[in-house]
């Protein structure tokens, strides 16, 4: 390439890093955005990132959350993941600059792929980063959502190059960016990657056997199969270890037949689906893709003095308290929980989608509308039960996702492409005057007919009542009328917000038919207007507002007097927060070590054991689970004192036949003197323990003497064999017991405990977490570089005798 072809790409190059860090310009003061989830995240693995930093290696498993658990999900760095480089190397602005960069980075090289002028690229690439939800995730802090919905487009840019016979670059690209994917570590957003994999391999199959050539269609496809199976090799200590620590959290099978009040349930495979579908998108609803108040924005929005929720209650109180109160007002009229705000992908990019709708002539239009409304079907979850019980229930994996609302981001990414491909042919000469103006009318006619039927009808076709308007019914009658008066308000003015937007772009485009503008002066002026259509809506919900200093987010917790009280014990010991949500917070895990903690996936008997047991405040449970401390508040701390300690010795073993009749006998069992062993999960062990006559020796001492993490080391001192009990989650996959330095068998006790035969005298009990997949992923990772560094140089091997040859001529 020459410096002539050369310079588009700095100029692109350019432009990405200066958008991205415009609209997150705090990020150049140094400061950070504050993200909750994020802030969980810290506090989730604080233990296993101080191990890292004293012992330069992974610990692969806390003690601060949920009582122990893999860190397979937790920020884990595995062995020769070298493709974390590139990954750095793309994102080399400060977060969440970087992300944004990856949007546009990822989206410009699949137009490039589909041959569009780079003008045109930067104008999709930056419709495509803006989009509001891919802008608002950053504020709840999905960072891995946002990660591999970045790099969606690349794999995409390697699939086509694949179709269009550039079979080594494809190839390479499609690993590569496999990989990339895989990486970024979010398998949900990249299962519903697949789908629209799968629905472009559709319409390149048809079209192959159109034309006859289903040979050279399979031939593409065992390419394309066979890159992304490199791209997941190398990332193969990560799936295997998530695919392993899947099976025994929430997303795998329940062995349990009843529900906590005992009556029958069905057994579960995957997640309820009222958990998945609790996020389910309103059919409605979806006209926030195009309307961005149309159903009132986020769940809570800010209203100004023009008010009429601001009106009454100036009226009542005074206009400070009203100012304060409009500060929050749930606006959102919709059934979703929580909406943080619209999924608005923007009237301007809409009324390019319909352009490219009526046309574009090429088969990738089929594709992109396919998918389009694919996921919008599959995103109204309960909504649209036909299509999403099915496939719950027929489809793979699909029951191991929750928040069906969000593949969505299929749309997200095909509408804006549909888009540019439309403004491309209009740009084009293979079209007639006549039809890019009848593209054009119609496309009008479509999004412009929508935006003005609801700005003139809207307040008349619905009833606008909200999930929480019986909190303002309450506090003041009046004020459910006067809500409802605003989010009628807020669906007329977005309407026609819309609606201007729609004709101005639409104007802009006749313009150029006509002749009256250039190309590049209509590329600048729809630049200009989709980037205040996204943008502006982008900044109600994510903004300067959303940094604070660097130090804030880097130790998001101070310790309060609760927390000094109890780090004045050094020894070992848990931490029950009382005070809020168990299993929703991870700011104890900071601190302590939690009974509690944050994480999507718990393991699956934890779960349960919280749901039959704690959740009915069973001390006897909290007793096993060694929680010393009950956290009542900020400076309010209760000692337990009958916690059971670290480990402890049995006076019997009760024998139970299942899983229901071992979570159940914890109703009424006493921890400290009988433990619960499931014999179906240990015949051979179970037999052993029969044929014993475990007497406990009064004089027995078990003692913890060492805790490091991903260690546990304990002395025992007994005249007779005894059965003990260790405080600790049993993990099988990972966790070996060694008694004086030799392998020994443990078992799970009490649904989730540890437990095993100690021999009389004095001996030492290791625990130590050498979990064996993260060898056998390693190995398959070092093979899958070393296949992909050899077709890389190869790749590179032919461009440079390309070039020799050339360079001759």
Not at 234 to 257: D, F, I, M
Not at 518 to 543: E, H, P, W
Not at 582 to 593: D, G, K, M, W
Not at 699 to 721: D, F, G, R
Request: hydrophobic fraction near 45%; glycine fraction near 6%.
């Amino acid at each position: 390439m020459n410096k002539k072809q050369i310079l588009p790409y700095i100029i692109v190059f350019f432009i990405f890093s200066i958008a991205a860090l415009l609209y997150f310009n705090p990020v150049l003061s140094g400061k950070k955005i504050k993200q909750n989830d994020i802030t969980q995240f810290i506090g989730m693995s604080k233990e296993a990132t101080d191990y890292r930093a004293e012992k330069g290696k992974e610990s692969y498993w806390v003690g601060n959350a949920f009582s122990g658990m893999p860190t397979y999900q937790i920020g884990t760095y595995f062995p020769y993941d070298f493709i974390r480089y590139i990954d750095k190397g793309i994102r080399f602005l400060p977060r969440p600059a970087d992300y944004l960069f990856l949007y546009f980075f990822g989206f410009f090289i699949l137009l490039t792929a589909l041959k569009i002028d780079w003008k045109l690229a930067v104008l999709g690439s930056l419709s495509y980063g803006f989009s509001t939800y891919l802008i608002i995730i950053f504020g709840a802090g999905h960072n891995a959502k946002a990660h591999a919905i970045g790099y969606m487009p690349l794999v995409l840019a390697g699939v086509i190059y694949v179709f269009q016979k550039r079979y080594l670059l494809g190839f390479l690209l499609t690993a590569i960016a496999m990989a990339l994917e895989i990486c970024a570590n979010h398998i949900q957003m990249t299962y519903y990657l697949g789908f629209c994999l799968l629905i472009l391999g559709i319409v390149e199959a048809i079209q192959a056997f159109k034309q006859g050539e289903l040979k050279q269609f399979g031939k593409q496809v065992g390419i394309i199969l066979s890159a992304i199976l490199l791209g997941v090799s190398t990332n193969a200590t990560r799936l295997l270890a998530t695919k392993e620590y899947a099976t025994y959290s929430t997303r795998g099978n329940s062995e349990l037949t009843i529900n906590p009040d005992g009556s029958d349930k069905l057994p579960t495979s995957g997640l309820d689906k009222s958990y998945i579908t609790e996020y389910s998108y309103g059919i409605l609803e979806t006209f926030n893709l195009f309307i961005p108040r149309f159903m009132g924005g986020g769940t809570v929005e800010e209203l100004d003095e023009r008010s009429n929720f601001y009106e009454v209650i100036k009226v009542n109180t005074d206009s400070r308290t009203a100012r304060e109160y409009a500060k929050n007002v749930f606006t959102y009229w919709g059934k979703q929980p929580i909406v943080e705000a619209p999924a608005y992908i923007g009237a301007v990019v809409f009324l390019l989608f319909f352009l490219g709708v009526f046309l574009v002539r090429h088969k990738f239009k089929y594709w992109l509308v396919a998918a389009t409304v694919f996921s919008i079907l599959l995103s109204w979850g309960k909504n649209f039960p036909v299509i999403t019980d099915a496939f719950i229930e027929f489809v793979p994996l699909y029951n191991k996702f929750r928040a069906v609302s969000s593949i969505q981001v299929i749309a997200e990414l095909c509408v804006p492409l549909l888009g540019i491909l439309g403004l491309h042919a209009l740009f084009s000469g293979n079209n007639t005057k006549k039809e890019k103006v009848d593209a054009l009318k119609k496309a009008v006619y479509v999004t412009g007919g929508i935006a003005l039927l609801f700005a003139l009808l809207g307040a008349s076709l619905f009833t606008f009542d909200g999930l929480r308007d019986a909190q303002y019914q309450q506090m003041l009658p009046e004020l459910v009328d006067a809500v409802i008066a605003d989010r009628k308000a807020m669906l007329f003015y977005d309407s026609i917000r819309s609606l201007i937007l729609v004709l101005i772009s639409a104007s802009v485009l006749w313009f150029f038919i006509e002749n009256r503008i250039q190309k590049n002066i209509a590329i600048v002026l729809l630049g200009v207007f989709l980037i205040f259509d996204l943008v502006s809506v982008d900044m109600r919900y994510v903004n300067k507002e959303d940094f604070v200093s660097a130090r804030k987010v880097s130790k998001p917790f101070q310790a309060n007097k609760a927390d000094i009280e109890i780090s004045k014990d050094t020894s070992h010991y848990r931490v029950a927060n009382v005070a809020g949500n168990l299993l929703n917070e991870a700011r104890t895990s900071y601190f302590h070590n939690s009974i509690g903690g944050y994480h999507a996936a718990k393991m699956r008997r934890y779960q349960e054991l919280f749901e039959y047991q704690v959740y009915k405040n069973n001390m006897e449970v909290l007793n096993m689970l060694n929680a010393k401390y009950f956290i009542l508040g900020e400076d309010k701390v209760e000692v337990n004192t009958n916690a059971n300690g670290n480990a402890w010795f049995v006076d019997a073993i009760k024998f139970v036949d299942s899983a229901n009749a071992e979570i159940m006998a914890l109703d009424s069992l006493n921890t400290k003197q009988v433990a619960v062993v499931n014999k179906q999960m240990f015949s051979d062990y179970t037999t052993l323990l029969q044929q014993k006559r475990i007497r406990k020796d009064s004089t027995a001492s078990i003692v913890l003497t060492n805790y490091n993490v991903a260690t546990l080391k304990y002395t025992t001192n007994t005249s007779k064999e005894q059965f003990a009990v260790f405080s600790e989650i049993y993990y099988q996959d990972g966790w070996n017991a060694y008694l004086d330095g030799k392998k020994v068998p443990h078992i799970a006790v009490d649904y989730v405990l540890r437990g095993m035969l100690v021999p009389s005298g004095n001996h030492i009990i290791e625990f130590k977490f050498e979990p064996t997949v993260i060898q056998k992923g390693s190995i398959l990772v070092l093979l899958s570089y070393l296949l992909l560094g050899i077709l890389i140089l190869y790749f590179l091997y032919q461009k440079r005798t390309f070039w020799l040859f050339k360079s001759k001529q």
